[in-house]
């Protein structure tokens, strides 16, 4: 599946579709017209598989000022309800984990999406809920374990850098989208850190509240929230797999901060140096969302991390729109972060780990290959990594998340409740 097949046009026009549609529905983010676009049905689904990929169909089903073909609003219609769904059933698993921690005396964060939820900046179904993002103290992992397998979920896969939970006996199908019929994850996080693209950028001291109380806990502000989802989205822009609710989520929170929150956001993180690595973030997110964040004070803000960051990449991020940093760019890139490094050392140790990664990379890569759902018919994600390499020299393949998302988007048929 990670090759182009007959139901797919050539990588050219396919590509020119994934990024009219991609900038098309962004901009109805902004300023919704009342013309629908004159797509035939293959744009119409490709719209549908840009709309997955970006985490945008609730928001989508609430904004549009237009009526597309029927199937598109069934899809629109189908994938709001279906998220309203997810978001109760991941409010539920929340308020189950915050009573368990709370028996159990062990303090957890709740990160990134869970935290926006209990913000309430979204109506519900309007931002998709596919997983808890949960932090622990290192000394409670153990305990944490515990809460979390005790609630019926079994760890499914070990990241070098968190561990993933399902629920017991959920099976490996999944429905296209949001869906209820897929499972709401938890992934349990020791630590807050991104590779960018090898040095390590930690900001964990600053999220936990200083007095953290057993149970389910907020983050110690909104300007640490704030914190966060800067860092994320620049470690998927950094891996060109950005979404755009990422960058909705940063112009929402961030037209409710003030000057002092905005410092404290973009305070230096454990290495000391100022926060070069939200100015991507940033740069995308007002550019997108013009208007919504404080132009002047997050000027003066941004000023110690814009001079941090490295040039190249200001001007890549100036020059790219959205899907060229998004899965809507259909080429594979060789090394999505080059223009993350600070010099040429760096440059070529990121490529020789992306080429030869760390032993326990290669294991977790491994089991959620054999795992997820989107990898069990790519012949490309089950080929040895130096053949991988090899394959670049004969032009960039596709993303295989991008061409199951097409597939899936084409074989798509409206449920009958829709």
């Known amino acids: 599946m990670s090759e182009l097949d007959e139901s797919l046009p050539n990588a050219a026009v396919l590509q020119a579709t994934l990024k009219a549609a991609t900038d098309r529905l962004a901009a109805e983010l902004v300023t919704p017209t009342a013309q629908a676009p004159r797509w035939n049905d293959f744009e119409w689904r490709t719209?549908?598989?840009?709309?997955?990929?970006?985490?945008?169909?609730?928001?989508?089903?609430?904004?549009?000022?237009?009526?597309?073909?029927?199937?598109?609003?069934?899809f629109l219609a189908e994938q709001l309800d279906q998220s309203r769904r997810r978001e109760r059933r991941a409010r539920e698993l929340l308020a189950r984990l915050d009573r368990s921690a709370r028996e159990a005396?062990?303090?957890?964060?709740?990160?990134?999406?869970?935290?926006?939820?209990?913000l309430g900046l979204y109506a519900p179904g309007e931002r998709p809920m596919s997983d808890v993002d949960l932090l622990a103290r290192p000394q409670d992992l153990t305990a944490a374990d515990r809460v979390i397998q005790a609630l019926g979920y079994e760890r499914q896969t070990l990241w070098p850098r968190h561990d993933v939970y399902e629920p017991k006996g959920w099976g490996s199908d999944r429905a296209f989208g949001e869906h209820e019929a897929n499972p709401t994850k938890i992934e349990l996080h020791p630590a807050v850190e991104e590779p960018l693209p090898l040095q390590e950028v930690d900001i964990t001291a600053s999220l936990f509240p200083a007095a953290p109380?057993?149970?389910?806990?907020?983050?110690?502000?909104?300007?640490?929230?704030?914190?966060?989802?800067?860092?994320?989205?620049?470690?998927?822009?950094?891996?060109?797999?950005?979404?755009?609710?990422?960058?909705?989520?940063?112009?929402?929170?961030?037209?409710?901060?003030?000057?002092?929150?905005?410092?404290?956001?973009?305070?230096?993180?454990?290495?000391?140096?100022?926060?070069?690595?939200?100015?991507?973030?940033?740069?995308?997110?007002?550019?997108?969302?013009?208007?919504?964040?404080?132009?002047?004070?997050?000027?003066?803000?941004?000023?110690?991390?814009?001079?941090?960051?490295?040039?190249?990449?200001?001007?890549?991020?100036?020059?790219?729109?959205?899907?060229?940093?998004?899965?809507?760019?259909?080429a594979l890139p060789m090394l999505p972060g080059f223009e993350w490094s600070h010099s040429a050392s760096e440059t070529a140790a990121y490529a020789w780990r992306r080429l030869r990664p760390p032993c326990e990379e290669r294991i977790a890569g491994r089991k959620a290959v054999a795992r997820e759902h989107l990898f069990a018919s790519s012949a490309w994600a089950r080929k040895p990594r130096w053949l991988k390499a090899l394959s670049f020299l004969l032009g960039s393949p596709p993303r295989v998340q991008t061409i199951y998302n097409l597939h899936r988007a084409l074989a798509y048929r409206p449920s009958s409740s829709a």
């Not at 719209?47 to 069934?74: N, Y």
């Not at 000391?272 to 940033?282: Q, S």
């Not at 919504?292 to 941090?308: G, K, Q, T």
Request: glycine fraction near 8%.
């Open 47 to 74: 719209a549908m598989a840009v709309s997955v990929m970006h985490g945008i169909s609730g928001l989508l089903a609430e904004r549009l000022r237009w009526q597309g073909p029927p199937a598109w609003q069934a």
């Open 105 to 118: 005396g062990l303090p957890l964060l709740a990160m990134k999406g869970s935290a926006l939820l209990a």
């Open 213 to 330: 109380r057993a149970g389910v806990n907020p983050y110690a502000s909104p300007a640490a929230l704030m914190r966060h989802l800067l860092l994320h989205t620049a470690g998927n822009l950094c891996h060109r797999s950005v979404r755009l609710i990422q960058l909705h989520d940063i112009a929402l929170l961030g037209a409710t901060l003030d000057a002092g929150a905005w410092r404290e956001a973009l305070a230096p993180a454990s290495d000391g140096r100022p926060a070069w690595w939200a100015v991507p973030p940033l740069a995308l997110a007002r550019r997108l969302f013009p208007g919504r964040l404080p132009e002047a004070v997050l000027d003066e803000a941004m000023a110690p991390a814009i001079e941090a960051c490295p040039h190249r990449l200001r001007r890549r991020v100036a020059d790219r729109g959205l899907a060229e940093w998004s899965l809507s760019h259909l």
